[in-house]
């Protein structure tokens, strides 16, 4: 079975600075999906970003991108020029796309608060 | 971008009664939809996967006949909370899977039961 670690509970960082979210995984699959997911207050969730596993390049979505080290089993998301907006509960999961249901396997989450 | 409805949003009912969440894909069919449920600064834990016009597979720990789900059609699934005790209020979400690797979530639904 696939585990999905957040070893960050609570990340703050101030508007206009970044900040890097870990996320590591543990799979004997070689092809999988990745996706980080933003929960804010309103506890709709988001998809911010989504990684496939046989991409080498690093998915961007503009001020969102990711560090997907395959060998290393780590998924680390950045976030740029942060924003009060982007205060949110973050989410990493992943996805084996052999398993028929499409299930996703979520991390513990991390708190990112971003202050003025 | 698709989207998924959850209706109600938020209920409250009596301990011993019986509460019905829809969760629909407005604009696109779901193969599979999925019932999560959330604690107050937790993770979403999975209860089922549901297919159209088959059983569900419930995770192990959730028990089939307190939360019963029910997969009509490719555009609608219900979870029915059976007999709501206290312990059962919590936040649920629905997704949706289209036939692609990727879910859509709906807003959830904020039980309380008394």
């Known amino acids: 079975a696939q585990t999905v670690t957040q070893s960050q509970p609570e990340m703050s960082v101030q508007e206009a600075e970044t900040v890097t979210l870990s996320c590591t995984y543990d799979t004997s699959e070689n092809n999988y999906y990745l996706f980080w997911y933003k929960q804010p207050p309103s506890r709709q969730m988001i998809l911010v970003i989504r990684?496939?596993?046989?991409?080498?390049q690093n998915a961007t979505e503009n001020r969102f991108s990711v560090n997907f080290q395959k060998a290393a089993k780590s998924f680390s998301l950045k976030i740029s020029d942060s924003q009060l907006g982007d205060t949110a509960m973050y989410f990493c999961a992943f996805m084996n796309p052999t398993d028929s249901w499409g299930k996703l396997q979520f991390g513990a989450g991390t708190q990112v608060v971003v202050t003025p | 971008g698709a989207v998924v409805s959850q209706h109600p949003s938020r209920v409250i009912c009596k301990s011993g009664t019986s509460v019905k969440i829809e969760c629909r894909s407005l604009?696109?069919?779901?193969?599979?939809m999925f019932w999560y449920r959330q604690f107050p600064k937790q993770s979403l834990m999975l209860m089922a996967t549901s297919n159209e016009g088959s059983k569900a597979t419930y995770e192990q720990g959730v028990e089939k006949d307190k939360f019963l789900i029910n997969h009509a059609s490719l555009t609608l699934s219900t979870l029915t909370v059976t007999s709501a005790h206290p312990e059962d209020s919590s936040f649920y979400i629905c997704?949706?899977?289209?036939?692609?690797?990727?879910?859509?979530f709906g807003p959830g639904t904020r039980l309380t039961v008394l």
């Open positions: 604009d696109f069919q779901a193969t599979t």
């Open positions: 990684q496939e596993a046989y991409k080498q």
């Open positions: 997704s949706a899977r289209p036939s692609y690797n990727e879910q859509f």
